[in-house]
């Protein structure tokens, strides 16, 4: 089962910063959070990802809370083509030692002119 | 730099028959990956593998196999097709687990 909870949807108007919060309180100490997005009925696309410091690179910043149980996507700059559902995803090991993705039902976010 | 290339990208079958799915990556990636959505669903792993000649079972394995006699190829085969495998199917690959994925352009399966 996900590990983790968002809002199945959130609007955001172009040019404002889209925050799009997760909850994965059952998280353990050296799981890591991941963010995808998929458009339309696209693969999904690779955002970024973290365990517990912020991250930053050219798409968004992940802030995750000192207890680790919630963390936040912002895209700085919301753009009509980051219209997409985003998921946050926490990565879990498996029995053969690697690790595996659970994903959620992820949001909706529509970006409005 | 084709990324990861996945064919058909749409397929009707008929219930029994049988099918493969394509999908082969050119960036040297060990780890493979497939994974299905239903409609307005996230995506559940089926299979993964972490370089030629390993798979293992993901959450919904059961009415498909997988091979990876090549670190590129990694086709996923329906035996007997059910209407239950009505799906996007997606193949992914990573250079290690710990990397984000990129991910194929997906597969339109419908079993009728």
């Known amino acids: 089962d996900a590990k983790t909870t968002q809002p199945p949807s959130m609007d955001c108007a172009e040019g404002r910063a889209a925050n799009l919060p997760c909850n994965h309180s059952t998280i353990s100490g050296n799981e890591y959070v991941y963010w995808y997005r998929q458009i339309h009925s696209q693969g999904p696309q690779y955002i970024i990802h973290g365990l517990k410091n912020n991250e930053t690179n050219e798409m968004a910043s992940l802030i995750i809370t000192e207890d680790r149980k919630s963390s936040t996507l912002i895209l700085p700059h919301a753009t009509l083509r980051d219209t997409a559902v985003y998921y946050c995803?926490?990565?879990?090991?498996?029995?053969?030692?690697?690790?595996?993705?659970?994903f959620g039902t992820g949001t909706r976010l529509k970006v409005l002119a | 730099n084709a990324g990861v290339t996945q064919t058909p990208k749409f397929r009707i079958l008929k219930i029994g028959q049988s099918m493969t799915l394509q999908c082969t990556q050119d960036?040297?990636?060990?780890?493979m990956y497939w994974y299905r959505q239903d409609p307005g669903m996230g995506l559940k792993l089926i299979y993964y593998?972490?370089?030629?000649?390993?798979?293992d079972k993901g959450e919904v394995p059961n009415g498909y196999n997988v091979s990876r006699s090549t670190t590129e190829d990694f086709p996923l085969r329906l035996e007997l097709a059910a209407p239950s495998q009505t799906s996007v199917y997606f193949c992914a690959s990573s250079i290690y687990s710990g990397y984000g994925y990129t991910f194929g352009s997906g597969t339109r399966l419908t079993v009728v």
């Open positions: 995803i926490v990565r879990v090991p498996t029995t053969s030692g690697t690790y595996k993705y659970i």
């Open positions: 593998s972490v370089g030629a000649g390993i798979t």
């Open positions: 960036m040297n990636h060990n780890y």
